[in-house]
Nanobody
Framework: VQLQASGGGLVQAGGSLRLSCAAS????????MGWFRQAPGKQRELVAH???????VYEDSVKGRFTISRDNAKNTVYLQMNALNPEDTAVYYC??????????WGQGTQVTVSS
């Protein structure tokens, strides 16, 4: 399974970005998808998670600013990020889990928020 993430970049504080991640090559249905992030010197943390039925979970600091969604027909997950602040600066990694509970990771996309 390959996960191709895109949409990162440099944005000023208060701005928005939309990340996308498409999963391909899976022999089995993709169930959960989501995003982690890792800032320099910090552990990787869950940002947002979505099940194939649309249930979502968010890390507390992004609630009300970030929205995760998915297109099941395309095996693609999106992360709309609004009101970005410098603390959101990190490498964002998408992941997917299939029916066999196997996890797959994307290559990471850099998000940099300037103050």
């Amino acid at each position: 399974v390959q996960l191709q993430a895109s949409g990162g970049g440099l944005v000023q504080a208060g701005g928005s970005l939309r990340l996308s991640c498409a999963a391909s090559g899976s022999r089995f249905p993709v169930y959960d998808m989501g995003w982690f992030r890792q800032a320099p010197g910090k552990q990787r943390e869950l940002v947002a998670h979505i099940t194939n039925s649309g249930n979502t979970v968010y890390e507390d600091s992004v609630k009300g600013r970030f929205t995760i969604s998915r297109d099941n027909a395309k095996n693609t997950v999106y992360l709309q990020m609004n009101a970005l602040n410098p603390e959101d600066t990190a490498v964002y990694y998408c992941y997917a889990k299939n029916i066999l509970n196997q996890n797959y990771w994307g290559q990471g996309t850099q998000v940099t928020v300037s103050s």
